[in-house]
């Protein structure tokens, strides 16, 4: 290993832009060898006496053999940001036996060292993102938020040239913190720097070939931890176990604190207010987590049987169901682990993410398409993994009107700049302290469905006075205002239909359509709002929610709309179709669903922000565009992921062109 003592005359700084067949395969190099992933853009600088940029558009392996030939005739050090990635590129493209002559750093690395001394040892609440955006933020004010609103999997001219800009801007600002970071560092940190980054080619070479999958033995695994579960489930039932209970905490230590009469080994009291009587409630929850049932097998064999139990079915889910879907969906035979030198970790397991199929929770999702957030605030369902962290204790929870979750300290926040609402991030532990932040709770969705505008408006009316009977589509109404709209909806369509007042019921209007013009698309399922919500465009779920105001609704004080109904999945079924036309919705006890007419977002005061101990395992997505939309205790918001593997995270902002990016665009020809 040689040491870096000269950084301009050593180091080399590179990174690629990826895309692939599907937008996630961009991330999964090892697919190179079906033709699924290529690479879009290559760019390397380094000071040559000068900075300059080289690369282009669509590299191929001699563009990319050129610029590693160099580097080992020069002796430079390769330099990226989170390089495991770029060198799996490499490796993906045959070219083994340079990237293994090479050494390398990483940008990260460095932030990291620096940052570890001394404040990271004595003071847990700093612990940051390590992404190049937020470096940026921190040490190139001028340039924050200069990340543009790039398309990678656009193929057109236009688009691929301001991808390659991207790209160059990428690099340059990698050189120029990574730079003003070493300098700062200690001979010994420097060191250690070095020799940590000499791993690098070995784990993105680990990475890429992944690990191959025995199914047979897969199997056979996971057969014997059924059999081991369902053995300890047969002793555990004749003392009132089900898989169910073991599933549920709340369950669970009513039964083993209850029923059995164990000791409470660990425990946490909760303080609410009933939002009806003002009072505090005042809940005990009593942990049967791993330590605890661990610490009672000694005690009741019971305990120890559920233990058992319930590490046999998480093992099997671990260690057996889950490689094996890897292998499937990578399509050869492997699984292909991440390195992931640092991460942030993200939210609890109840906390939900928007599929085509509805509101799931995390700890229960299996990964793939879900509601994505974009800096500009638009959404699009777009393919995402699931990220299983680790336990931790310490959380920052936001309780306020509209906003219930918790987050690690970590965890990157988005918030909408006050007077000129430009998209911001932050982590988690900064809302503790500081100013007001304006979170974001609805955005504006690219959806692609059937159903029209006029469809939308008539199932709003359907869910709230429509009787589906047989064939037949009836309405019954008292209100003339009521009369007018429906027949307006109607016309719109061009339904024909049957207007009846009868004689016993005089004060009463029937709108009849007969079966032989009722439409095959007014179907049964319209009288209950649900995913099929989803089947339409952005125009038309606006159409629908604004409709909802003469259906069950009334106009609020505040210029909103007021929306009821005495089946609680139409009230938060109403909420979600307005967040996702960037109307700010909140559901309320009482099966009411308040439309605000305001702003978009939440205002979060650090008076409303707490920093609490409690034990949970951490979830996130693994997202293409860095947030996603998010459910938590029933309230809607956008929120930021894992940091891991994800695009830009802010809007572009006007700032002038000095310095190294003077430099760096300049040596783009």
């Not at 390397?44 to 590693?68: H, Q, T, Y």
């Amino acid at each position: 290993m040689r040491r870096l003592t000269d950084w301009d005359a050593q180091v080399q700084c590179f990174d690629f832009e990826t895309s692939g067949t599907k937008p996630e395969y961009a991330l999964q190099p090892w697919r190179i060898r079906k033709h699924e992933f290529w690479a879009t853009s290559l760019v390397w600088m380094r000071c040559d006496p000068e900075i300059k940029a080289f690369g282009g558009l669509a590299p191929d392996k001699g563009m990319m053999r050129e610029m590693l030939e160099e580097a080992v005739a020069r002796k430079l050090i390769m330099l990226g940001w989170y390089t495991v990635f770029d060198i799996s590129v490499l490796l993906a493209y045959g070219l083994h036996d340079l990237v293994f002559k090479l050494q390398w750093m990483d940008g990260s690395f460095i932030w990291k060292e620096y940052y570890l001394e001394p404040e990271y040892e004595t003071a847990r609440h700093k612990k940051k993102s390590y992404g190049l955006k937020s470096c940026v933020e921190e040490y190139l004010p001028q340039y924050a938020g200069y990340a543009e609103d790039v398309d990678f999997h656009d193929p057109s001219p236009e688009a691929r040239r301001k991808l390659h800009h991207y790209n160059v801007r990428d690099v340059g600002f990698t050189w120029a913190v990574s730079k003003h970071l070493w300098e700062k560092l200690t001979d010994q940190q420097r060191m250690a720097t070095q020799i940590k980054a000499e791993c690098l080619p070995l784990v993105a070479q680990a990475n890429l070939e992944g690990m191959p999958i025995d199914r047979l033995a897969m199997r056979e695994l996971a057969q014997q931890l059924e059999n081991t579960a369902n053995e300890r489930l047969a002793v555990l039932a004749e003392h009132g176990v089900t898989e169910k209970v073991v599933r549920s905490p709340l369950q669970l230590s009513k039964l083993m604190f209850d029923e059995w009469k164990l000791p409470v080994l660990k425990s946490k009291t909760n303080e609410k207010v009933n939002k009806k009587t003002g009072e505090k409630v005042t809940t005990i929850s009593r942990s049967t987590d791993k330590e605890v049932l661990h610490e009672l097998s000694f005690k009741d064999p019971r305990a120890k049987q559920l233990s058992e139990y319930r590490e046999a079915l998480n093992n099997s889910k671990k260690f057996a169901q889950r490689p094996i879907e890897a292998a499937d969906y990578n399509g050869d035979d492997c699984a292909h682990p991440l390195a992931i030198p640092f991460g942030t970790y993200c939210v609890q397991g109840d906390v939900e993410v928007l599929t085509r199929q509805g509101w799931v929770r995390l700890d229960q999702w299996k990964g793939g398409e879900i509601m994505q957030a974009h800096p500009c605030r638009t959404m699009e369902f777009l393919p995402a993994d699931l990220f299983e962290g680790p336990e931790v204790d310490q959380w920052v929870h936001v309780k306020q009107r509209g906003v219930d979750i918790k987050f690690t300290l970590g965890h990157t926040v988005p918030y909408l700049a006050q007077k000129t609402l430009r998209w911001r991030t932050i982590q988690a532990h900064e809302l503790l302290e500081g100013e007001q932040r304006g979170l974001p709770v609805a955005g504006y969705a690219k959806l692609g469905g059937r159903f029209t505008v006029d469809q939308m408006r008539l199932f709003a009316a359907i869910q709230a006075d429509g009787y589906l009977i047989g064939k037949y589509l009836k309405f019954t109404f008292k209100k003339e205002r009521k009369i007018r709209r429906i027949k307006l909806l109607l016309d719109a369509l061009g339904i024909r239909y049957r207007e009846y007042v009868c004689a016993a019921y005089p004060d009463r209007t029937e709108i009849v359509v007969a079966k032989s013009y009722r439409p095959d698309w007014i179907t049964k399922d319209k009288k209950v709002l649900g995913p099929w919500l989803l089947d339409t465009d952005r125009a038309g779920l606006q159409a629908f929610v604004r409709e909802l105001q003469y259906w069950d609704g009334s106009r609020h004080k505040d210029g909103g709309v007021k929306y009821t109904s005495s089946i609680r999945s139409n009230v938060e079924w109403a909420a979600t179709a307005a967040s996702l036309v960037g109307i700010k919705a909140s559901v309320h006890a009482d099966n009411c669903c308040h439309i605000s007419a305001g702003n978009p977002w939440r205002s979060c005061r650090p008076r409303y922000v707490s920093k609490i101990v409690e034990r949970a395992q951490t979830f996130c997505p693994k997202t293409m565009t860095g947030f996603w939309l998010a459910r938590s205790n029933g309230h809607i918001l956008i929120t930021g992921n894992t940091g891991r593997m994800t695009y830009s995270s802010k809007q572009k902002k006007n700032a002038k062109k000095k310095d190294i990016m003077e430099n760096a665009d300049g040596g783009d020809n």
